[in-house]
């Protein structure tokens, strides 16, 4: 599995922007998938999170704001960033945990962590000017 984002670019305070994650190779171990962000100097923050049932989970940093969606048929994962603001600037990654099975951090209101996800993008860069 190979992921590849798209759609990441300048834009300002206040404005929208949505990032696309093209998925190739065997995607049916597939279950869950997620957008992460890494400011400079600063730790990667799991914002957004969506399984193959199609249930979701946002970050209360940027609920509300940011909506995860996924198109099956056109293997790609999406990220609608709404009313922008300069410190949602940063590297924008998206991530697949494709080891198979139904995992239960997955679900429900589990944290967004690095550690449940094997396979992730190079990454679109989001700079956000006021």
């Known amino acids: 599995v190979s992921l590849v984002e798209s759609g990441g670019g300048s834009v300002q305070a206040g404005g929208s922007l949505r990032l696309s994650c093209a998925v190739s190779g065997v995607a049916d171990s597939i279950y869950c998938m997620a957008w992460f962000r890494q400011a400079p100097g600063k730790e990667r923050e799991g914002v957004a999170r969506?399984?193959?049932?199609?249930?979701?989970y946002t970050a209360d940093s940027v609920k509300g704001l940011f909506t995860i969606s996924q198109d099956i048929a056109k293997n790609t994962l999406y990220l609608q960033m709404n009313n922008l603001k300069p410190e949602d600037s940063g590297v924008y990654y998206c991530?697949?945990?494709?080891?198979?099975?139904?995992?239960?951090?997955?679900?429900?209101?589990?944290?967004?962590?690095?550690?449940?996800?094997?396979?992730w993008g190079q990454g679109t860069q989001v700079p956000i000017s006021s």
């Open positions: 991530a697949a945990n494709n080891w198979g099975g139904r995992r239960p951090y997955c679900t429900g209101t589990t944290e967004i962590k690095e550690v449940y996800f094997g396979t």
């Open positions: 969506i399984n193959s049932d199609a249930m979701t």
